[in-house]
């Protein structure tokens, strides 16, 4: 059913953006509540290169994706290493403090609308099947998102980089003391991150929307994904993801008047009864 | 008899881990009881066991002769037994003698007074500084415990554990990271309880722990190897070899 | 008179004086009343700023003397607000009696939820009191036939406090009002962080694995204290519907346990008068700046709260401290 096939995209869509702070938090053990902003970073870039400069869409969404890695490189070197060790408290603290930077200054340049996009020509339609209709775009945005996914599972299992990486979430003394510079594969698993944010953010105006409360809206999806996933673990973010994708599209088609409290309410049993997710915590597998 | 402290068959399993094997100690009343192994041995783990900090896979632990495998560490402690930790745990924020004071009051059962203040309760706080005083801490009372040297810290440790006033002490490496001229003087403390009070000691330092105890247990692996008088333990030729060297005399 | 344990010698007064009030508690009172002669124009400001401190309390005696982390807290707030005005609305308009009913409702929903709450680790419990109070948002969101949904809550006619005293346009009688039940309910959370309970608060806070090995049942004093905090959450949310005779929707909002936070951060949490004081700096700024352009609000909002974690923690009253002069506070 084309509700399925649309709630799978937007699973798609919300595992993109959410399997950085997954492993930023597997990882760096840090809760950054200011995820989404690096998601509307992306979405407004990609916005603003469409519109103004004219790029075709294939260029204009890695490019937003680029930004977002630069801002999140930039930001995790200057500010967001001085709390590595600090408190969670103090963590949500600063990323709800950067959050609110990020959607007032989103505000200031774009308004609060909504941010139009038009999507290119060939991936605009749908196609028809008997029973379902397949819109190219969903089609598209599964494709993308699938092929990241392996591609994040091949570089952390397969690559030298994986095993640093690994090594770094499982003893980052003990990783260090082997030679292993910590601190560049903290920033270069934050920009990755953040690239893959800014990705899900630009491909996403469309589904998902973009205004300047992007990234208050979405944070709490974004939370369930990493707790029912499992902080760190990739393969668990997917299913959660393409879970409460389905969940969310479906609830808000069948039971409009019950509205997000069912999503809320789910997360919350599920802390309750499995703290440490349906997947458990898994050095960024 | 009967034993004060004891266990039976006590097991811990971290997945296929095994952590604790099969334990089964009794000790006496009043005994002064040191527990030796290498590294690794599993010395912490009886204790978090035997304490209710950890819960065990199987087996049971008895105090007084009361099964108390169900109950929770603060309620052991409430019927007599208390132990240390062998990395400081403490109240990095207070005083030395609201530390001490805290522990005292939950002993008296003032935990839940909310109305009077800490203040007003001149017996709970004259019994801390009495504490204090024969530990020697007088001096550091009114001091942060987070400035503090790690010998005065660790003195600090022993003493929030002695204020529970135990029936049954476990003292987990007390001398753990304490320079030799101070130890001396923690071990003092120690010697000085009330023959009453049973002891059950994790050490290391063999000086002290053939000076002060009168049964010696040794765990190897995650079971107790063998329990005897030191002149015995002192000969056994299975203790030797587990300890890979001249960590015994004799 | 010096207290000294006279067998060994040692001067109790440092503990034992502890409780003591200060020259400087008796001032920030009294500046509370002359505030009444000095700013009579802003007596409606003054009532919401005294309303806002003792939620903020509320925050700081789960906070900041349990280390209870919560990301919800409006919830309570909320809970008590709509209590407050629903019971009013519905003919019991009794200052008194919504004050109470706003607690106990708050109290409940506290009590019940703790358990939740303290299970797991501080990130479980962040995204649980997220969760929770997201939920109960979402509930007042749809509930419109209870609730009013976004449009408020209307139809609240509060009589008149203890029968005498009418609450008039000036917001004079709201003002003394709000003012009281702040004073009273700091007053008894005062006896409470220097009593036995409140120093094992702190014991648990900085030391919590210690607690149970010193004989304390860490799990009870926890929900006492976040039922406590719940409660006094819910008196402040209704005392906000009885002065403005309206419920918003947004007293449950993310964002009001956000800014609650950030009051607690600004003024220093772990010892209440930080509560108070970060209150009174934050509302005052927001009064006078938020007015320019709300943009530049939130953003230096954001960037306040960004500067104050990464170079001063402890907020006000922890600069306050480090003063070399009796200014330097210790509640």
């Known amino acids: ?285 | 008899m009967t034993a004060v402290l004891q266990t039976r068959n006590l097991s811990k399993k971290f997945g296929g881990f095994v952590v604790s094997n099969n334990i089964s100690l009794t000790i006496q009343p009043g005994a002064r009881h040191a527990l030796i192994g290498p590294n690794g041995a599993g010395k912490t783990t009886l204790i978090n066991l035997l304490t209710g900090f950890l819960e065990p896979s199987a087996g049971e632990v008895f105090l007084k002769g009361a099964n108390v495998t169900r109950l929770a560490q603060h309620q052991r402690v409430k019927r007599g037994l208390v132990r240390t930790f062998q990395i400081n745990r403490l109240f990095a924020e207070m005083t030395v003698l609201e530390s001490i004071t805290l522990s005292v009051c939950e002993r008296l059962g003032l935990g839940w007074r909310w109305w009077s203040p800490v203040g007003s309760h001149a017996a709970a706080i004259d019994e801390a500084a009495e504490l204090l005083a024969t530990l020697h801490l007088l001096d550091v009372a009114h001091h942060k415990v987070r400035g503090l040297p790690y010998g005065k810290q660790r003195l600090i440790e022993i003493a929030l554990a002695l204020a529970s006033k135990p029936q049954v002490l476990l003292l987990d490496e007390p001398a753990a990271g304490v320079p030799t001229s101070e130890s001396r003087e923690l071990f003092e403390s120690i010697a000085r309880l009330p023959s009453e009070v049973t002891i059950l000691l994790i050490e290391h330092d063999m000086d002290l722990v053939f000076r002060f105890a009168e049964r010696i247990s040794v765990m190897v692996g995650g079971a107790l190897l063998t329990e005897d008088v030191p002149e015995v333990i002192a000969r056994d030729r299975r203790v030797r070899e587990v300890y890979l060297g001249e960590a015994l005399d004799g | 008179m010096n207290q000294m344990n006279h067998r060994i010698a040692l001067d109790l007064d440092p503990l034992r004086k502890l409780s003591a009030w200060r020259p400087a508690e008796y001032a920030f009172w009294l500046l509370t009343v002359a505030a009444y002669f000095l700013f009579p124009k802003s007596l409606a400001l003054m009532s919401q700023i005294a309303i806002t401190a003792l939620f903020a309390l509320s925050l700081d005696l789960i906070l900041g003397y349990a280390g209870i982390v919560s990301l919800g807290h409006a919830a309570f707030f909320g809970l008590g607000a709509y209590a407050a005005g629903l019971l009013s609305k519905y003919g019991w308009g009794d200052p008194l009696l919504g004050l109470a009913a706003g607690g106990l409702v708050a109290a409940t929903v506290g009590f019940v939820t703790s358990f939740l709450v303290l299970r797991g680790t501080d990130l479980t419990r962040l995204m649980v009191t997220l969760g929770v109070s997201m939920m109960l948002y979402e509930a007042a969101n749809k509930l419109t036939d209870f609730t009013g949904g976004v449009d408020g809550l209307q139809g609240v006619e509060m009589q008149p406090l203890l029968g005498m005293f009418g609450f008039d346009l000036y917001s004079r009688t709201a003002y003394w009002y709000s003012l009281v039940v702040l004073f009273l309910m700091f007053w008894l959370a005062r006896r409470l962080a220097h009593s036995p309970f409140g120093l094992s608060l702190r014991g648990i806070k900085q030391n919590v694995a210690r607690m149970p090995a010193i004989g304390a049942p860490v799990h009870g004093r926890l929900v006492a204290i976040y039922t406590v905090g719940a409660a006094y959450a819910g008196v402040a949310g209704a005392l906000l519907t009885q002065t403005t005779q309206f419920v918003s929707l947004d007293v449950m909002a993310f964002s009001r346990s956000a800014e609650l936070l950030l009051i607690l951060v600004l003024g220093g949490s772990g010892c209440l008068y930080g509560a108070l004081i970060g209150t009174v700096v934050f509302m005052a700024a927001h009064h006078f700046l938020a007015d320019i352009n709300p943009q530049y609000w939130q953003f230096w909002l954001g960037a306040a709260l960004v500067l104050i974690v990464l170079f001063a923690r402890d907020g006000i009253m922890g600069l306050l401290r480090k003063l070399p002069v009796p200014g330097g506070k210790q509640a």
């Not at chain 1, 995209?9 to 950085?20: D, N, R, T, W």
């Open chain 1, 1 to 285: 059913m084309t509700v399925l096939f649309d709630g799978i995209a937007s699973g798609m869509l919300l595992f993109l953006i959410s399997v950085g702070l997954s492993v930023t938090l597997g990882l760096m053990n840090f809760v950054n509540l200011a995820h989404g902003a690096f998601a509307m970073l992306g979405g407004y870039t990609c916005a603003l290169l469409l519109s103004r400069a004219g790029l075709p869409f294939l260029l204009a969404v890695p490019l937003a994706a680029a930004t977002a890695a630069a801002a999140g490189v930039v930001l995790e070197r200057t500010l967001y290493r001085r709390l590595y060790a600090a408190s969670h408290l103090d963590q949500v603290l600063f990323s709800i403090g950067l959050m609110f930077m990020s959607i007032s200054t989103a505000h200031y340049f774009f308004g609060a609308r909504q941010q139009p996009v038009v999507l290119p020509e060939f991936l605009r339609g749908q196609i028809q099947l008997p029973g379902l209709d397949i819109g190219i775009y969903r089609l598209f945005l599964i494709a993308v998102g699938l092929c990241l996914a392996f591609g994040l599972q091949w570089l952390v299992s397969r690559t030298r980089f994986g095993a640093q990486l690994r090594a770094a979430v499982d003893n980052p003394r003990i990783a260090r003391g082997l030679g292993i510079d910590v601190d560049r594969v903290f920033t270069l698993t934050f920009a990755l991150g953040s690239a893959l944010a800014g990705l899900g953010g630009a491909l996403g105006i469309e589904m998902l929307g973009l205004d300047p409360g992007f990234p208050v809206k979405y944070i709490v999806y974004f939370l369930i994904v990493v707790a029912v996933g499992g902080s760190g673990n990739i393969k668990g973010s997917l299913i959660a993801s393409l879970m409460l994708g389905v969940f969310d599209v479906a609830g808000k088609y069948y039971l409009p008047q019950v509205g997000a409290f069912v999503i809320y309410a789910v997360m919350v049993v599920m802390l309750i009864l499995r703290p440490q997710g349906l997947f458990g915590r898994s050095a960024a597998k």
